[in-house]
């Protein structure tokens, strides 16, 4: 398997949140979050455990290759919740959490897993890309919406309202689910498996790289994957920071968008991995 990446922070200086990496066989994509009160319960923070979430999957990865993937994230996620329990509260809802997509080939197979808003791109050989997309985060916002706009201009009550909502729908039936403290959270993952002579590539993108299909709509997903195949994953977050700058189209007059951490891992020959065929 080759991999292309590329990782950008949201501003220059500034620690960056996602991690990526990869095996011969596997490729791992995570995007860290917090919120406002964060470092006041966790020593560590955002960064710290992205990049220690990644590192456990990518070593379980390569030591039990054959376990099931949504078992695999949450042996992970219950090694980093031990890791730092000793000196963090890491229950509170400010506490650090983060998105997962996982790519991994093993005995002809393509095993996939999303959790959260990460996204993950099949390209398939004669059909159309299978996106792999958690909207669960989505549908609990836009219940919640009309609570948080209500207090948007009292910041304190905001960050209330925020922490009620993280409580009531984060990790909670019938709301979304990320890694964070609980390994439970990893059976809510989505994931299956398809051949690999069936795909022609896979990429993985953080909702900050995501965001030219599904914010911004610059480009569908087969355009997407021409863009990687010709320019790579460096292209794409080019036209994101740009797309930031001058506004999302179709609002009727441009105005800068947020930028956020933006990171793709794109793969190809994936029959070419070690025990894949």
Known sequence: MRVAMASVPRETGRANEDFVGVLPTAAVLLDGAGMSGTESVCAHGVAWYASRLGGELLGLLALDPDQELPALLGEAIGRVADAHRGTCDIADPSSPSATVAILRLRAGRADHLVLGDSV??????????????????????????????????????????????????????????????????????????????????????????????????????????????????????????????GGAPGEGRPRPVAPDDATIAYCTHLAEGRDAG
């Open 120 to 245: 993950l791109v099949l390209d398939r050989v004669g059909a159309a890309p299978l996106v792999i997309a958690d909207r669960r985060e989505v549908v609990a916002a836009q219940r919640y919406r009309s609570v948080l706009d209500g207090v948007a201009g009292d910041r304190d009550a905001y960050q209330r309202a925020l922490m009620h909502y993280r409580r009531t729908y984060r990790n909670q039936p019938g709301g979304f689910w990320v890694a964070k403290d609980d390994p439970r959270a990893a059976a809510e993952a989505l994931a299956g498996s398809l051949p690999v002579a069936d795909l022609a590539g896979a990429a993985l993108f953080s909702n900050g790289a995501s965001r030219i299909v599904d914010r911004f709509g610059l480009a569908d997903w087969p355009e997407v994957l021409a863009v990687l195949a010709g320019g790579g994953p460096a292209e794409i977050i080019r036209r994101v920071r740009q797309a930031e700058r």
